[in-house]
C-alpha cells in the first residue's frame, strides 16, 4: 500500500478482556515498529520487527503483551487481560531497511485503544 | 535520566519569526536523529534526518547535530501557523527513543 495502515482505528475494551491490533507496513519495507503513546508523551518503543523475527523486544511491558509477524509483512500486537493503564495510542512504524539507525520509520493512524 | 529530553514548551513565536526546537541524549552510541512533527490527533510525520555534526538543511528547516555536547536542535525559518504542531526528537542506535515533544504555537 502508499503508507503504513492499522486496524481497527479505535478499539473500546473492558478490564480483563483479549486484544488484537493489526499493522500492515509499507511495501518491501523489512523492519516494522510497535510504540505506545499516551497523552502528553512521545512514543514509547515496545518492538521492532527485522523480517519475520522479534529483533528487539526489550519495550514490551510485561508478559501480557505479544506480537507476531508470521509472513514478515503484517503484524498483529496481542494483549492480554487488558489494564486501565494500556489505554494509549498503539503507533505502528515500518522502515525499509534493517536496523533503527539510518532508517528512516514512517508511521501509520495508531490505534487508539480504551480499556474500560 | 531520560533518554531524550526536550523542553516541553509550549514555545510560542509569531509568524515569520524563526523557531529553534532543542533535544538533548544521554546514549553516546546514538547514530541517527529524526525530527518528527505531531499534529494533534495524528501520527508523527518526519521533517528531517541527520547523521553527521554540523547543520543539514531542507527548506525551511534546518538540523543541527553536536555529537560531542550530545544534542541536536531544529530551526525553523520563517514560521508559518501551519507548522504549529508537537516536534519530536528521535534518537536511534541500538535502542529507539523519542522525546516528550516540544509544543510550538506560530501566532498569525
Known amino acids: 500500500g502508499a503508507g503504513v495502515s492499522q486496524t481497527p482505528s479505535n478499539k473500546v475494551t473492558e478490564k480483563g478482556k483479549y486484544v488484537e491490533l493489526r499493522c500492515d507496513p509499507i511495501?518491501?519495507?523489512?523492519?516494522l515498529y510497535w510504540y505506545r503513546q499516551s497523552l502528553g508523551q512521545g512514543p514509547e518503543f515496545l518492538i521492532y520487527?527485522?523480517?519475520?523475527?522479534?529483533?528487539?523486544d526489550s519495550g514490551l511491558p510485561n508478559d501480557r503483551f505479544f506480537a507476531v509477524r508470521p509472513e514478515g509483512s503484517v503484524s498483529t500486537l496481542k494483549i492480554q487481560r487488558t489494564e486501565r493503564g494500556d489505554s494509549a495510542v498503539y503507533l505502528c512504524?515500518?522502515?525499509?531497511?534493517?536496523?533503527?539507525?539510518?532508517?528512516?520509520?514512517?508511521f501509520g493512524p495508531g490505534t487508539r485503544l480504551t480499556v474500560l | 535520566q531520560k533518554e531524550v529530553e526536550q523542553n516541553s514548551g509550549p514555545l510560542s513565536v509569531p509568524e515569520g519569526a524563526i523557531a529553534s526546537l532543542n533535544c538533548t541524549y544521554s546514549?553516546?552510541?546514538?547514530?541517527?536523529f529524526f525530527w518528527y512533527r505531531q499534529y494533534s490527533g495524528k501520527s508523527p510525520e518526519l521533517i528531517m534526518f541527520?547523521?553527521?555534526?554540523g547543520d543539514k538543511e531542507d527548506g525551511r528547516f534546518t538540523a543541527q547535530l553536536n555529537k560531542a555536547s550530545q544534542y541536536v536542535s531544529l530551526l525553523i525559518r520563517d514560521s508559518q501557523p501551519s507548522d504549529s504542531a508537537t516536534y519530536l526528537c528521535?534518537?536511534?542506535?541500538?535502542?529507539?527513543?523519542f522525546g516528550t515533544g516540544t509544543s510550538l504555537t506560530v501566532i498569525p
Open positions: 520487527f527485522q523480517g519475520t523475527g522479534a529483533a528487539d
Open positions: 512504524a515500518s522502515s525499509l531497511g534493517g536496523g533503527g539507525a539510518y532508517n528512516e520509520q514512517f
Open positions: 546514549d553516546r552510541g546514538s547514530q541517527s
Open positions: 511495501s518491501g519495507h523489512t523492519a
Open positions: 541527520i547523521y553527521s555534526n
Open positions: 528521535a534518537v536511534t542506535g541500538n535502542q529507539f527513543y
